[in-house]
């Protein structure tokens, strides 16, 4: 019996695809996963064991960096968050939603801003620069940002969300005329309609893998999973210097008296844009009781 180390890639009804650095195994689920909440999932890390005969099994799950219900994925490290600067038209509080649910999960945000030859993205380009979030403009036309996208993926595993007809399609061909990826319209022939939970895969790609979207839709984590109030603000990155200067220390940055966060708002130093969509989230999720929470 051999013991090797490898990484899931993809999960196909009770099979997991495990690449190691000489091979990519095909392995059975030690039983015992199936009493415990926690299951193999695509992107983790994990011991398998090669039996002489048989399927090899995997044995141990290494502690995840995050974990993502749906699609069921572990391990990723960057969110490249897709938008466009005209049809449509950008939505700031999903974007923000996306930005502010992948700082929740430990994973990067990054907004690309798709169109730039349509119409200039000078506008949400301003808002992102300033929020620390990086920020890259590109057009799938004049490849204006291609290389920036690029010089992201190296040695990390990402994954591209945005609303449908930002050009999401586009931009994973452009960056992948190999890969032969899995688009919203194949879904939407056989009649399942786009949202079908699927099971995504990663690709190996310089030292990293990308995951095959548009598994992703805006759909699934738009429903940003921050539960707790007061650990929002955290969720913006500019809002960070600020915090705990406030003139309360229970100020909830929405509307209270010498609120430093609001100070900064008025300054233009934080973008109105982005308080919006963190008052409108806080809003969402203050009235969640302590015992309604998830653990
Ligand atoms: N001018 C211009 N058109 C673009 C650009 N990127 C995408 N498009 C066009 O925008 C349309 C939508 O692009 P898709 O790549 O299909 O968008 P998507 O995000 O994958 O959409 P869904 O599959 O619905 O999720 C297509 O007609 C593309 O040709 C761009 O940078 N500039
Ligand atoms: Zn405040």
Not at 4 to 11: D, L, N, P, S
Not at 130 to 143: E, H
Not at 210 to 234: A, H, R
Request: charged fraction near 25%; aromatic fraction near 10%.
């Amino acid at each position: 019996m051999n013991s090797v180390e490898g990484r899931i890639i993809k999960a196909i009804s009770g099979f997991y695809y495990v690449e190691t650095t000489d091979n990519t195994y095909e392995c059975k689920a030690r039983g015992s996963f199936r009493k415990t909440s926690k299951t193999p999932v695509v992107g983790d890390l994990v011991t398998i064991s090669i039996p002489e005969s048989g399927y090899p099994t995997v044995e141990e799950i290494h502690k995840r960096k995050n974990s993502i219900v749906r699609p069921p994925m572990a391990n990723i490290d960057t969110l490249v968050i897709v938008c466009s600067t005209v049809s449509p038209a950008p939505n700031y509080t999903v974007i923000d939603k996306m930005t502010a649910t992948a700082v929740y999960n430990n994973i990067e945000p990054v907004i690309v801003i798709s169109k730039s030859d349509i119409k200039s993205g000078e506008e949400i380009y301003n808002i992102y620069n300033s929020t620390g979030i990086k920020t890259i403009l590109y057009s799938s036309v004049t490849g204006e940002g291609v290389d920036e996208i690029y010089s992201l993926l190296p040695n990390k595993i990402t994954a591209f969300i945005g609303n449908s007809g930002v050009g999401k399609s586009t931009l994973l061909n452009k960056l992948f005329p190999d890969f032969q990826l899995k688009t919203g319209e194949v879904s939407d022939k056989l009649g399942r309609g786009r949202h079908t939970t699927r099971t995504v895969e990663l690709l190996k790609f310089n030292g990293g893998y990308v995951c095959d979207t548009p598994g992703f839709s805006t759909m699934q984590l738009e429903k940003f999973n921050i539960q707790d109030k007061t650990q929002l603000q955290y969720m913006f990155p500019e809002f960070e210097d600020y915090i705990g200067q406030c003139k309360f220390t229970s100020c909830s940055h929405t509307c209270e008296k010498g609120c430093a966060i609001l100070q900064m708002v008025e300054e233009g130093k934080i973008q109105k844009s982005r308080h919006n969509s963190y008052v409108d989230m806080y809003n969402e999720i203050k009235d969640i009781k302590e015992w309604e929470r998830r653990k």
